[in-house]
């Protein structure tokens, strides 16, 4: 989500045509729990115990722990709901829809082979030669479906708080602003959008100046609605030897689409309004390998290690936005900025996955996995791969956004011979850091959406069951998700009068279905 703030560097930065922040970066590099329902069952604690369709692109060995090729697919339900408190209001707005989570199939060579179950258990145990598999697998990474609204109490704060002071003082800092040139070039589009409605003007000598009354009271509002997802397909390979040593290689080509369109409101004391609409849609494409082992020392005890490549994503941005002022009798124009496209590369470097695996005899097993991304190191590239373009972003995504892990635990009880009990819980860390809010990067000029999130830490929950036959399997898992977050109208880091920031609890609740057929 593109936030459009202003810092002092802004005197520098009103020649140049930038387009993305930190916040956007993060918000690409983040990745759900998802996939398979015994997998989000067990909260994605998966990368030792394998067999899995999704644990596949945690730790691509526990493909090698397959013993029959099979089929899955997994659908699911989404369930959201965000609550929201600013400025003494509350607000609250729910959304679902349904998607596929998982696709996959994995080839197991030996199984396939016309052999009597003595000969192929035979083959599995330690001893046994070396042994391939192989996998073709689609997996939703992400889900951006969410809307959500976020409200305020009439009268409960004044203009200092209004989104035109923070444009009065945008316009008073960046050079070359008059108002009388030509539009939506190199200054931020906001202020012509703002000096066209007659939000902010200047006459004669004077500083630029917001058109509201000194203490006036307003009621402010905000509402998104965000879609898409990143996908990934992956074609990979595994091998087993002596049933000892797993080891695994996927290459992965990923999509992403994000779309969000806002609308930021505000209603005035003495008559009329603002409303400030925005609109942005994300699309790309990326590359990336992961390599992995799982070692099994004793016939209980599993431990995995698995490293993703760096990845390159080639990126698209189209964003638009228009503004609406009245006052009173006198309703403004509507003015529209230009549809802007700007193509740039973001780069995130290696991610870890360090996983166990304890088996209980035949009873069931429990997990634990470690994930760990170099998300703060992430650069924003030029469309030629340039560093310089983006060397402001890139020195805020050092200061601002974090190194991201998640701890993540689960298990799994064999009721019975067919039925499987299972449960999980997973934190993920902040992917922002402690004072984000204080110093942001660059000036955008081209968008126009001011708003900006700041991520606190993510509790996963989950609970599943599955039923399995000697040739097919169905697994359901329900899953509880809650992210917290701050929610700033915009960066008033520089302001006498600091907007304050609202609460967001966003509540998402997924129940899912795996059906596999084992070939």
Partial sequence: MKKCITILAVIIYSSLSMAQTEFDASKLLQTDISGTARYMGMAGAMGAV??????????????????????????????????????????????????????????????????????KDKKRKRGSSFSNNFSFSYNRLKDFNRSMYVGSDINANNVQSSISVYLEDLARNTIGFDGTGSTFGNNPWILDLANKTGLIEKKNTNPWSSILTPSESIKPSYYIKEKGAIDQYSLGWAGTYENFIHLGATVNFQT???????????????????????????????ISINIGAIISPTD???????????????????????????????????????????????????????????????????????????????KLLSKDGGIDYYMHENQAMKRNISNMYTIKVGGEFNINENITARAGLAYSC?????????????????????????????????????????????????????????????????????????????????IVISFGYKL
Wanted: proline share 3%; charged share 20%.
């Fill in 50 to 119: 394998g067999s899995d369709a999704t644990a596949i692109k945690d730790n691509p060995a526990g493909m090698g722990l397959y013993a029959h090729s099979e089929l899955m697919v997994t659908g699911k339900m989404l369930l959201q709901k965000s609550n929201s408190n600013w400025y003494s209001g509350t607000g609250f707005f729910s959304h679902s829809n349904i998607g596929l989570n998982n696709f996959s199939f994995v080839l197991v060579p030996s199984s396939l082979k016309k052999q009597t179950k003595d000969k």
């Fill in 256 to 286: 992403i689409n994000y779309t969000a369109v806002g609308k930021y409101t505000e209603k005035y004391e003495i008559s009329g309004a603002l409303r400030l609409n925005d609109s942005i849609n994300t699309k790309g494409t990326g």
């Fill in 300 to 378: 209980y005890l599993r431990v995995g290690l698995s490293v993703k490549s760096p990845t390159v994503y080639t990126l698209a941005d189209k964003s638009s936005g228009n503004m609406n002022f009245d006052r009173g009798a006198t309703t403004s124009p509507t003015p529209e900025t230009p549809l802007a496209t700007v193509n740039y590369k973001l780069q995130n470097l290696l991610q870890f996955s360090l996983s166990t695996a304890y088996l209980i005899d035949t009873r069931g097993l429990v997990s634990a996995q470690f994930d760990y991304g170099l998300n703060s190191r992430a």
């Fill in 430 to 510: 902040s992917p922002t850091k402690k004072g984000a809010s204080e110093y942001i990067g660059e000036v955008n000029n081209k968008r126009v959406d001011t708003q900006y999130f700041l991520g606190n830490s993510t509790l996963f929950e989950s609970i599943g069951v599955g039923y399995h036959t000697e040739k097919w399997s169905v697994d359901v898992a329900f899953t509880n998700k809650n992210l917290k977050e701050d929610f700033y109208p915009y960066n008033s880091s520089t302001l006498a009068d600091k907007a304050e920031a609202g609460s967001v609890k966003t509540t998402l609740n997924n």
